[in-house]
């Protein structure tokens, strides 16, 4: 079955940087659509950045500037770096592939950024 792992999370301050990684298996991983996504407590998922099978990426308006989705399609692998975090981008981070039509999630790993 398909198995997407993230990893990276953790607790930091503001200002500082943190990446998080998407291990993917199972999946055409060079033709699926990719993103990654953040749930805060008490708030709706939400899209924090997409990245297609061209390479072509799209942003939140709260992170533009500040975090880069990439994807690595030889070792089937999403990242998102993430600089200069502030608080409320705390929050439990999720990577999403769509392929063949189908949504998959990963089980988030969570971020936390401290003031």
């Known amino acids: 079955q398909v198995q997407l792992v993230e990893s990276g999370g953790g607790l930091v301050q503001a200002g500082t940087s943190l990446t998080l990684s998407c291990a993917t298996s199972?999946?055409?991983?060079?033709?699926?659509?990719m993103a990654w996504y953040r749930q805060a407590p008490g708030k709706q998922r939400e899209l924090v950045a997409a990245?297609?099978?061209?390479?072509?990426?799209n942003y939140a308006d709260s992170v533009k500037g500040r975090f880069t989705i990439s994807r690595d399609n030889a070792k089937s692998t999403l990242s998102l770096h993430m600089n200069s975090l502030k608080p409320e981008d705390t929050a439990v981070y999720y990577c999403n592939a769509n392929f063949l039509g189908r949504d998959f999630w990963g089980q988030g790993t969570q971020v936390t950024v401290s003031s």
């Open positions: 990245i297609n099978r061209g390479g072509t990426t």
């Open positions: 199972r999946i055409s991983f060079s033709i699926a659509a």
